[in-house]
């Protein structure tokens, strides 16, 4: 299939009521043509709403969804020109996979000859051409989902919709599809929506991802942004932040801000900066504590070991310091120098990825 | 565009027909209640009353009440037969592994398809033919009979859709079969076993056809004696008694809501 | 394992008793079938004789009264599939379970307050001065009372009313078996909502509306009741021939082998619905 020029996608103000419930709150995100943004958060956190109400499945109360400028919000489905892959995939049992891939085209009342040619496209480029006469029943997992996803981009929409597209298939195919995905969807050049609540495969996919929580957009920003600079407790524990602890800043400079905890001093990161005295938490993913000798002339706090375990590739400490506890991980390869549970050591935090988060 | 509409999964034409129809469906229930209260034999319009006179005669008139009682009678003894005789049944036929299993099964539920006629003449012959005067357990035998696969069914469909894990699960936890079975299987089935009762409850007090033919004057029940009322006087008594039937249904069908739910009911009943 | 396994068949024993019971009655009337009945009263004696049936098909009224109800079953089963399929569709899929509810207790009161008490009230209503001629009537459909009741119309929209609870409790599992997605996958291609009932949903309920048909059709042929109250004698189906026979003309030969004959034609008309069920499943749902 050809490059497709890619829409642009812009949700405005998106609000959704069931009956009180104000289940999607001041939804508002912008992406370019040819990107791919994914609707990240645990379930009942409102993404398939926000999904479902792009494809036309779910009225908005009120607000706008933009596709190239102009308003969707109030069409029907089937005039949105969006391609959808359904979470169990939702092929027609009753059609084979090249009749399958045919309906929308059909619906578009193309001509014959081109229908054919197209169908044949769609199946090569998910490499299921020799299967196209086959039911849904008769094929695996893996090909229902290429089936699915040939017959959303067959009729070259203008969005790509896809709702937890790996979460039904085991993990040696699901890494295996997630490369292929990620490979067609650059090379189409097609702007797509993905819902989904593993933060591993949002990492991997995106190029926007949109974290929400109880309906609202919790943090929008590109991937890595959003696994180095969480912006609330409730990202950084989401997106697998293990150290969440309490302390009080005692005075910044710019976006380096120094805190205090249990009586020491050490620095951390906040993108404006926080006025002395205010409670706040620090977030520190367990790669960037290290678990240092006691003597070490750098700041930290001075503890004990609780508990060790080596997990492949990484050494898992449990260090008791400063009133709490610290997980750090080291890698198993470089770490010179093992440290006994209980051993007294000094926990030194890197000041780069030490993030304060206001409470 | 009205963006409501969106989440209407169907046309207009869909809950058109289907309101329609549910006035078609309640139109006679609710007409039947107000006709029972109007003051004179005949429908006219404006009704007149209200009056319970018709409350009155049908409470008076001894064919009436002694129907009322015969229909409760066979009610309350078939029904608790039928669940009684019809549990164990479901269950050998839902897990048991025995030759012939299939053969009973086909046979048990055969009266289902069989015109409730033809059984009929036929356990009259049977009684002719045997001189079985029983009174009236001629249609006590017969509406248990003709009851008994309406509940086997329910109960085999429900045990079928069980979870073999939760049985199992018990086992593991060294409840011996038949602990298992009263702990954890049958509770389980509540519902189906309320449907099935509901079933051969309402069979037994509204069954005309096979009835008609198992009793007489002495044994006569409430749909038999509603007919030839309604064939020899024509006043609304009849609706008096349908009015009293129909709070009687409506009282059955919010018990089952508050015990089990509706759409859970529905999902029994599915195969 | 096995042990414990033919345990299973003692616990049938009472349900046998009563398969016994209820088989030797269709025996034995199936039996006398084959004689006739002594005059005055309800004996049964002479010789084996295929009598009876040579009279059944030998008589144009005979094969007339089971072609009529064969022919009205149909018709009435396809009018309550269609009234079925939307409200199954709305009780199946619909969001608020306010409406749902409606229904259910629709259709639940409908079914539980019993048949004597519908026909009764149908025959009021469809009467000459009935409330359905008074409204006809008033609004000016039509000028004068028109013949609703002691004839097939009549008939038929009792017995529509009787049959439509049954069809729509067994099409809403059907419904239910069919994931939403489905739908949505095929308005998300571009197909209408019309399309997408006629091309998606219709053919995946197939199965489930020939299961419905087939118990409605089922139903609808053994119909007594109404037809005894609402055809006033003019009207009749099978079930009240036989009736007649036996209490009319106390013919209870004649009205066995009346019974037989029908019975066999309801259980090939059964089969075919079952073997059409199978065939509509492999074509369409594999």
């Not at chain 1, 085991?170 to 995905?181: F, I, K, S, T, V």
């Not at chain 1, 120094?258 to 006025?275: F, K, Q, T, Y």
């Not at chain 3, 419905?212 to 139903?219: H, K, N």
């Amino acid at each position: 299939m050809d490059k497709i020029q890619g829409s642009s996608l812009s949700l405005r103000r998106l609000d959704k009521y069931y009956d009180r419930f104000h289940v999607i709150r001041d939804v508002s995100l912008d992406v370019p043509p040819g990107s791919l943004l994914t609707l990240l958060g645990p379930s009942g956190c409102g993404k398939t709403t926000v999904l479902r109400m792009i494809a036309g499945f779910v009225a908005s109360t009120s607000g706008e969804i933009l596709v190239d400028g102009r308003d969707i919000a109030g069409l029907q489905p089937e005039a949105r020109d969006t391609g959808m892959v359904f979470q169990n995939y939702a092929l027609f049992p009753h059609m084979t996979a090249a009749d399958n891939v045919a309906f929308g085209l059909r619906m578009r009342r193309l001509s014959k000859a081109e229908i054919v040619e197209r169908v044949r496209d769609a199946l090569d480029m998910v490499k299921l051409g020799a299967l196209a006469g086959r039911y849904p029943s008769q094929l695996s997992g893996g090909q229902q989902q290429r089936v699915a996803l040939a017959r959303a981009l067959v009729v070259r929409p203008k969005l790509l919709l896809l709702d937890e597209p790996l979460g039904a298939l085991d993990r040696n195919l699901r890494d295996e599809m997630q490369a292929e995905l990620r490979n067609l969807q650059r090379s189409l050049g097609i702007t797509t929506v993905v819902v989904t609540h593993d933060q591993d495969e949002a990492l991997y996919l995106s190029d926007w991802i949109a974290v929400l929580k109880e309906g609202r957009i919790e943090q929008f920003g590109q991937p890595l942004d959003i696994y180095d600079r969480p912006a609330s407790q409730f990202v950084s524990r989401f997106m697998g932040i293990a150290n969440l602890l309490p302390a009080r800043v005692v005075g910044s400079v710019g976006s380096r801000v120094e805190i205090a905890m249990g009586g020491v001093r050490v620095a951390g990161w906040h993108p404006e900066g926080l006025a002395a005295g205010r409670d706040v938490q620090i977030a520190v993913r367990p790669t960037h504590v290290e678990v240092a000798a006691a003597i070490d002339p750098r700041d930290g706090f001075v503890g004990t070991v609780s508990a060790v375990a080596e997990l492949g590739e990484k050494v898992v400490y449990q260090v008791d310091a400063a009133g709490t506890r610290f997980e750090a991980h080291a890698s198993r390869m470089r770490s010179v120098r093992r440290h006994e549970p209980g051993a007294t050591v000094k926990v030194v935090l890197d000041p780069d990825h030490t993030i304060v988060l206001e409470r | 565009m009205n963006r409501r509409s969106l989440e209407r999964p169907y046309g207009r034409l869909v809950p058109l027909t289907a309101t329609l129809a549910c006035l078609f469906l309640l139109l006679p229930v609710v007409f039947v209640v107000a006709f029972s209260f109007n003051d004179g034999a005949y429908f006219q319009w404006p009704p007149r009353g209200p009056t319970l006179r018709w409350y009155v005669n049908f409470f008076e008139s001894e064919r009436f009440m002694t129907a009322t009682e015969h229909s409760l009678k066979v009610a309350l003894i078939v029904t608790p037969a039928c669940l009684v005789v019809g549990l164990p049944t479901a269950v050998a036929i839902a897990r048991g592994r025995f030759a012939g299993r299939d053969l009973i099964a086909t046979l048990l539920l055969s009266p289902l398809i069989v015109p409730g006629v033809v059984t009929g003449v036929a356990l009259l012959a049977l009684f002719t033919a045997v001189h079985g005067d029983l009174g009236l357990g001629r249609l006590l035998i017969g509406m248990f009979v003709f009851g008994l696969p309406f509940a086997v069914r329910t109960m085999v469909a429900d045990l079928l859709g069980l979870d073999p894990r939760l049985e199992e699960a018990a086992r593991n936890l060294g409840a011996t079969r038949l602990r298992t079975f009263f702990l954890v299987t049958l509770p389980q089935l509540k519902s189906s076993m309320l449907a099935g009762a509901v079933f051969v409850f309402v069979e037994a007090i509204d069954n005309f056809s096979i009835s008609v033919f198992l009793t007489d004057e002495r044994s006569a029940v409430l749909p038999v004696v509603a007919y030839q009322y309604i064939r020899d006087f024509d006043d609304p008594t009849v609706a008096a008694m349908a009015t009293l039937l129909i709070a009687l249904s409506c009282a059955l069908v919010f018990a089952i809501e508050r015990l089990i739910g509706f759409e859970r009911m529905m999902h029994i009943n599915r195969k | 394992m096995d042990k414990e396994n033919r345990h299973h068949l003692w616990l049938t024993v009472p349900a046998l008793l009563s398969i016994g019971l209820l088989f030797s009655a269709y025996g034995l009337f199936g039996w006398t079938s084959f004689y006739r009945a002594t005059p005055g009263g309800l004996g049964v004696g002479g010789d084996f004789t295929f009598d009876n049936y040579l009279r059944i098909f030998g008589s144009w009224r005979e094969l007339a009264v089971i072609g009529e109800t064969l022919w009205i079953s149909f018709a009435l089963t396809m009018i309550s599939l269609v009234i079925a399929v939307p409200m199954a569709l709305v009780i199946a899929r619909s969001p608020s379970r306010l409406v749902r509810s409606i229904l259910l207790f629709t259709l639940a009161v409908t079914f539980l307050s019993g048949g004597v008490t519908r026909a009764y009230a149908w025959m009021v209503l469809l009467g000459n001065k009935g409330l359905i001629n008074l409204a006809l009537v008033h609004l000016g459909v039509i000028e004068r009372p028109i013949r609703l009741v002691f004839n097939w119309l009549g008939v038929s929209i009792s017995l529509v009313h009787f049959l439509l609870p049954f069809t729509v409790f067994t099409l809403v599992g059907a419904v239910k078996n069919l994931p939403l997605s489905v739908e949505e996958a095929a308005r998300n291609l571009g197909a209408t909502r019309m399309t997408t009932f006629f091309r998606v949903t219709l053919p995946l309920l197939s199965s489930g509306l020939v299961v419905a048909a087939s118990l409605t059709y089922s139903l609808a042929l053994s119909s007594f009741l109404f037809p005894l109250l609402l055809g006033g004698g003019r009207v009749r189906m099978v079930a009240n021939h036989i009736y007649e026979r036996l209490f009319v003309a106390y013919d209870i030969p004649f009205a066995a082998a009346t019974s037989a004959v029908f019975l066999v034609l309801s259980f090939v008309v059964i089969l075919g619905f079952a073997g059409l069920e199978r065939l509509v499943r492999k074509v369409v749902v594999r």
